[in-house]
Structure formats: structure tokens, C-alpha cells
């Protein structure tokens, strides 16, 4: 009885002791809660001292981010170089699938973007909808950070999980005026292919002529658009 027994003790106390190795590694010790406190206010200071103190510098909160991922998210620009000059890893993603990097990206953080791109972006990882950062700061009208994704490589004609590219989003779900028509020049002339259709088979330029947005039409037809 104990022999057959045996086996099943051996496979509960592997298991147990698997558990309780999630629940410490998921819990950031009261330093690395400080730390990313402080990334979160912003406090840059803070978070050097919490460094100096031991803090891991990539531990992450119950929402998996880190306290670069914290300080991102409100744009405190000193406080995420403090943290990247340190070694924070700009790709570590949170719980939604976010990136420093792809955040910055998103929101036109452009101070922060550059310090991600200048220590070791992934310029094709992707967000939860399957974009890279081009595609949403196409979308959204950030001229700047469309142009300099352009220029760190990212791919122009991605498709996301909507099956559109920056070009597509910026015309489906942008406003047609003077940010998103210089938004569609960048990405022409950075070769983004003009006719490539949505799943529906509507391309950029029916797209652009249904919501009356000429000067884009006109960028579109000069690219050989159909």
C-alpha cells in the first residue's frame, strides 16, 4: 500500500512546491514595489535610490508591468531613462500585451520611444490587435513617431490582426486632415503598398474617396493607386 502511495506523495509535494514557486515569483518584494512606485510617480530619484537599494529592476506588479511599463504610461520621461540606462528591458510586455516600446510608440511618446529604439527595441514585436508600433501611431495621428519608426525599419506594410496596415488605419480610423495626410505621404514614400485591400477586398483609395478625403485621394492616385 505505501509503495503505490508513494508515487502520488512524490507527484503532491512537486506540485505544491511548483505553486508556491508562482506565488513568490508573481509577488514583487516591498523594494520592488517601491521601485515601481516610484517609476509610476515618476520620481526618478526614487527610483534610483530603490536601485542602489537592491531592487529588480525588472520585477513586475499584479498587472505584470514593470516600473519602466509604469513610468511610460504617464510619460515620465526621467524617471523611464533613469530605468533604461540601468538596463530596464524596453520589450517586457504587461498583462494587455503592451511593450515600453510599443506604448511609447502608441502615444507618441517620442522622447521615450528614441531612448527604447537607442537600447534594443524589438521593432517587430506586437501589440494585442497584432500591430507593430507604426500602426496605432498611424492611426492616431503622431506624425513625428510615424517618422521615426519609418526610419528605425519598421515594416510599412504590416497586417494586423484586422487585417490593415498603417496606411489602412490611418485613412479608416484617422480624420483625413492635415496629420494624417502627411501620415499617408510618410508611408508612401516609404513604399507602403498603395492598394493593398482590407479583408473585404476595399482598398486604401475606396476607403479615402467613401469619407470624402481628397488630399488623400490625390497622395493615393500620384502612388498609382487603384
Do not use: C
Amino acid at each position: 500500500m505505501m509503495r503505490s502511495l508513494f508515487p502520488v506523495m512524490v507527484l503532491g509535494a512537486l506540485l505544491m512546491s511548483t505553486f508556491s514557486g508562482f506565488g513568490s515569483s508573481g509577488t514583487p518584494s516591498p523594494l520592488d514595489r517601491q521601485l515601481i512606485a516610484a517609476a509610476e510617480q515618476g520620481d526618478s530619484d526614487g527610483v534610483r535610490r530603490a536601485l542602489g537599494e537592491g531592487a529588480s529592476i525588472d520585477a513586475r506588479d499584479s498587472r505584470q508591468r514593470t516600473a519602466l511599463m509604469a513610468a511610460v504610461q504617464s510619460n515620465h520621461v526621467a524617471a523611464a531613462k533613469a530605468l533604461i540606462e540601468a538596463g530596464a528591458d524596453v520589450n517586457a510586455k504587461d498583462e494587455i500585451n503592451d511593450s515600453p516600446y510599443l506604448l511609447a510608440g502608441a502615444r507618441g511618446y517620442l522622447e521615450i520611444l528614441n531612448l527604447t529604439l537607442a537600447h534594443g527595441a524589438d521593432l517587430k514585436s506586437t501589440n494585442r490587435y497584432g500591430g507593430t508600433a507604426l500602426i496605432p501611431a498611424a492611426e492616431r495621428g503622431h506624425v513625428e513617431t510615424v517618422r521615426t519608426l519609418i526610419a528605425a525599419g519598421v515594416d510599412v506594410d504590416h497586417v494586423n490582426k484586422l487585417g490593415w496596415t498603417a496606411l489602412l488605419e490611418a485613412i479608416i480610423l484617422g480624420d483625413g486632415g492635415r496629420r494624417h495626410v502627411e501620415i499617408v505621404r510618410l508611408l508612401l514614400d516609404a513604399g507602403a503598398n498603395a492598394n493593398f485591400a482590407d479583408r473585404d477586398g476595399v482598398t486604401p483609395l475606396q476607403h479615402a474617396r467613401r469619407r470624402g478625403y481628397h488630399e488623400i485621394e490625390q497622395l493615393l492616385t500620384a502612388a498609382g493607386a487603384r
